[in-house]
Nanobody, 129 residues
């Protein structure tokens, strides 16, 4: 079964950290760019960070630059999002998505300009004291 599965969400206090994982099954991520997106209650889904298939190129939303780091381990078929200095406004359901990397840009991917090939079901991150 082809799927992306997110994990690592939870409740954390402001200033805390979480690491999200996005694991692929049924296909290999080697030729796919991967993005993390989030959707807060009452808001539209937005791009958080995207990474190219080789892991060299990355893109971040201004709101998370310097706090979040995206990385990937293709040997484990997994992409990660390290989230530090979390703020209450980071509270959302976080989704990962994959698109085969052909003629795309990570900036456009994070802007949801493409139809993704695969989406995960999401993991909830709650930042609250």
């Amino acid at each position: 079964q082809v799927q992306l599965v997110e994990s690592g969400g939870g409740l954390v206090q402001p200033g805390g950290s979480l690491r999200l994982s996005c694991a692929a099954s049924g296909f290999t991520l080697d030729h796919y760019a991967i993005g993390w997106f989030r959707q807060a209650p009452g808001k539209e889904r937005e791009g958080v960070s995207c990474i190219g298939s080789s892991g060299v190129g990355t893109n971040y939303a201004d709101s998370v630059k310097g706090r979040f780091t995206i990385s990937r381990d293709n040997t484990k078929n997994t992409v990660y999002l390290q989230m530090n200095s979390l703020k209450p406004e980071d509270t959302a359901i976080y989704y990962c998505a994959a698109i085969r990397q052909t003629f795309i840009t990570l900036q456009a991917m994070c802007a949801l300009s493409y139809d993704m090939d695969y989406w995960g079901k999401g993991t909830l991150v709650t930042v609250s004291s």
